[in-house]
């Protein structure tokens, strides 16, 4: 043995950090390609002189209201809406030790569907016209999400359920706020039900700065939290019994993963609409690109995830234009195979 592998083997950790710093740099740098390619590609395509130009505010007025009125707020609404799901999906996964956990398969996320569809449902007359502003449909979106979240959070912790049990109390919950969500559509006058069904089906074209905004400030509190209880979701990896030998409250810490993943998919969906799967594929993608400890893996899923919107969106802008496909539909076609794979994956495993 040479005193080079060695120390390899002495130090694995250290040998695996330049790795991970690589892999995190290369997804930091898609994003910041595909964020410039959404800002230059659309409708009107823009070369990077342009671009650049209408950015520093020296470009043509056009340009420039086009980037910073249309463009600009739909990015930086797929990427904070992105980031937020990947989180949340992986502090569910982290809870519930459990890679497939996410907000869509806890029902969290149809959740915020019913209380969308249920508000419009209340507040829409017989002409089809709303009768309160629509300013308040995210507030309804968060209502709703916590309320799902919640009674999956209370059935766990009356009945002690194991992982597997509580992603089955979220997918019957789930199902039971689609058939909600169907019923309330068809029984009567919703507001603007194309409107209401692109929602439902994930899209940020509408996005604007008050919106992106308040998103901001939310995840401006709630993504520092995740990386402080970093150290907490590390030792929930281990067996129950051995997580309470070091000292962690395992229920405690479960609930509060539990609860600020709920909270962060309702700032989420409430503005960007039910986008799907991107809270499973991005923490399963960073757990196998970086491995290591739960800060690591954090940053990692939080630049995956905003990659992914953003590249649904940008994909749906340039294929489909000029219609206004979601880019919850694109995120769909990737999400649903790849839940397919980690399905045969965890089978193979078992077996």
Same mark, same amino acid.
């Given at each position: 043995m040479t005193a080079a592998s060695f120390a390899q083997r002495a130090h694995p950790v250290r040998s695996r950090i330049p790795a991970r710093v690589a892999i995190l740099v290369a997804c930091a740098t898609v994003l910041c390609a595909l964020a410039l390619a959404s800002v230059a590609l659309g409708s009107s395509g823009m070369s990077l002189q342009r671009v650049l130009s209408a950015i520093l505010g020296t470009g043509e007025r056009s340009d420039t209201i086009i980037i910073w009125s249309l463009r600009m707020p739909r990015l930086a609404m797929a990427g904070l809406s992105g980031l937020a799901l990947a989180l949340a999906g992986f502090a569910l996964q982290r809870a519930t030790r459990n890679p497939? &956990?996410? $907000? /869509? +398969?806890l029902g969290i996320v149809d959740g915020a569907a019913l209380g969308v569809v249920v508000f419009l449902f209340l507040f829409s007359n017989d002409e089809n016209a709303l009768t309160v502003s629509i300013q308040w449909q995210p507030? *309804? &979106? +968060?209502?709703?999400?916590l309320g799902f979240a919640g009674l999956v959070i209370l059935l766990a912790a009356r009945t002690g359920a194991p992982p597997l049990r509580v992603i089955l109390y979220g997918v019957a919950l789930g199902a039971l706020a689609k058939a909600g969500v169907t019923l309330f559509i068809v029984d009567g006058p919703v507001h603007r039900a194309s409107q209401a069904a692109m929602w439902l089906a994930g899209s940020v074209y509408q996005a604007r700065w008050a919106d992106v905004q308040v998103l901001a400030i939310v995840l401006g509190v709630l993504v520092p939290l995740v990386f402080l209880l970093a150290r907490r979701?590390?030792?929930?990896?281990?067996? @129950?019994? /051995?997580?309470? &030998? !070091?000292? =962690? $409250? +395992?229920? &405690? !810490?479960? =609930?509060?993963l539990f609860a600020l993943a709920a909270t962060l998919?309702? #700032? *989420?969906?409430?503005?960007?609409g039910a986008i799907g799967f991107v809270g499973l594929v991005a923490p399963h993608a960073a757990r196998l690109m970086l491995g290591g400890r739960a800060g690591v893996q954090a940053l990692g899923a939080a630049l995956i995830g905003a990659a992914i919107v953003i590249a649904a969106d940008l994909a749906v802008r340039v294929l489909f234009a000029p219609? @206004? +496909? $979601?880019?919850? #539909?694109v995120t769909a076609v990737i999400g649903a195979p790849y839940f397919l794979f980690i399905l045969i994956r965890a089978g193979r495993v078992h077996a």
């Amino acid at each position: 043995m040479t005193a080079a592998s060695f120390a390899q083997r002495a130090h694995p950790v250290r040998s695996r950090i330049p790795a991970r710093v690589a892999i995190l740099v290369a997804c930091a740098t898609v994003l910041c390609a595909l964020a410039l390619a959404s800002v230059a590609l659309g409708s009107s395509g823009m070369s990077l002189q342009r671009v650049l130009s209408a950015i520093l505010g020296t470009g043509e007025r056009s340009d420039t209201i086009i980037i910073w009125s249309l463009r600009m707020p739909r990015l930086a609404m797929a990427g904070l809406s992105g980031l937020a799901l990947a989180l949340a999906g992986f502090a569910l996964q982290r809870a519930t030790r459990n890679p497939l &956990a996410s $907000p /869509s +398969v806890l029902g969290i996320v149809d959740g915020a569907a019913l209380g969308v569809v249920v508000f419009l449902f209340l507040f829409s007359n017989d002409e089809n016209a709303l009768t309160v502003s629509i300013q308040w449909q995210p507030l *309804a &979106a +968060v209502l709703g999400a916590l309320g799902f979240a919640g009674l999956v959070i209370l059935l766990a912790a009356r009945t002690g359920a194991p992982p597997l049990r509580v992603i089955l109390y979220g997918v019957a919950l789930g199902a039971l706020a689609k058939a909600g969500v169907t019923l309330f559509i068809v029984d009567g006058p919703v507001h603007r039900a194309s409107q209401a069904a692109m929602w439902l089906a994930g899209s940020v074209y509408q996005a604007r700065w008050a919106d992106v905004q308040v998103l901001a400030i939310v995840l401006g509190v709630l993504v520092p939290l995740v990386f402080l209880l970093a150290r907490r979701m590390d030792q929930l990896q281990l067996d @129950e019994l /051995s997580a309470q &030998a !070091t000292g =962690l $409250p +395992v229920r &405690a !810490t479960q =609930l509060m993963l539990f609860a600020l993943a709920a909270t962060l998919t309702a #700032a *989420a969906v409430s503005f960007a609409g039910a986008i799907g799967f991107v809270g499973l594929v991005a923490p399963h993608a960073a757990r196998l690109m970086l491995g290591g400890r739960a800060g690591v893996q954090a940053l990692g899923a939080a630049l995956i995830g905003a990659a992914i919107v953003i590249a649904a969106d940008l994909a749906v802008r340039v294929l489909f234009a000029p219609l @206004e +496909v $979601p880019a919850g #539909a694109v995120t769909a076609v990737i999400g649903a195979p790849y839940f397919l794979f980690i399905l045969i994956r965890a089978g193979r495993v078992h077996a």
